[in-house]
């Protein structure tokens, strides 16, 4: 992590986390300034606006663990083997969304079947929802990221849940 620079746009929003040798090339070259940190950088902002599509985060495995910190859904173990659960079954409708995934143990989503949650006798112990994030960065590395406290203020506008 300390070995990692945070890249800002000119309008200050978090576009990249990029190694320290880059960040000195973008510095050396003029293309960005130093915002945080003095012979180690640790957050550089872009000297001009650079203009990038929007990518649409999808609900991956590895988004799903990470949005859920890797704990069943139902139950709240960590030391127990995961999978991915439809709150509402595949086979009964429920899609392949942010809403309708969760990290479950494996305990929980063989009792659960091909059951709702309710039907299962099965309570979530959080709703499911659309993480709010920066795509442009992963997000599980997004999520890594927020732990910085050099970071933080530049992250945490950006972390959340979108209902
Ligand atoms: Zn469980």
Redesign the pocket.
């Known amino acids: 992590m300390s070995d990692e620079v945070l890249v800002l746009n000119h309008n200050y929003q978090p576009l990249n986390i990029t190694s320290r040798r880059r960040a000195a090339v973008l510095l050396f070259l003029g293309k960005a300034h130093l915002v945080e940190g003095g012979e180690s950088p640790s957050v550089v902002r872009l000297n001009h606006f650079v203009r990038r599509p929007m990518p649409i985060l999808r609900p991956t495995r590895k988004a799903i663990f990470t949005r859920d910190g890797h704990r ?1 859904v ?2 709240g ?1 960590a030391h ?1 083997p995961l999978t991915i659960d439809h709150v509402v079954p595949r086979v009964r409708g429920g899609r392949d969304e942010w809403d309708n995934l969760v990290c ?2 494996t ?2 989503n063989n009792k659960k079947g091909d059951r709702t949650p309710e039907e299962a006798g099965l309570l979530l112990l959080a709703p499911p929802r659309r993480p709010k994030c920066l795509p442009y960065i992963s997000y599980h590395k997004f999520v890594t990221a927020l732990r910085n406290p050099r970071w933080q203020d530049y992250l945490a506008p950006y972390a959340g849940s979108l209902a």
């Open positions: 069943c139902y139950c173990a127990l479950c143990c305990y929980c």
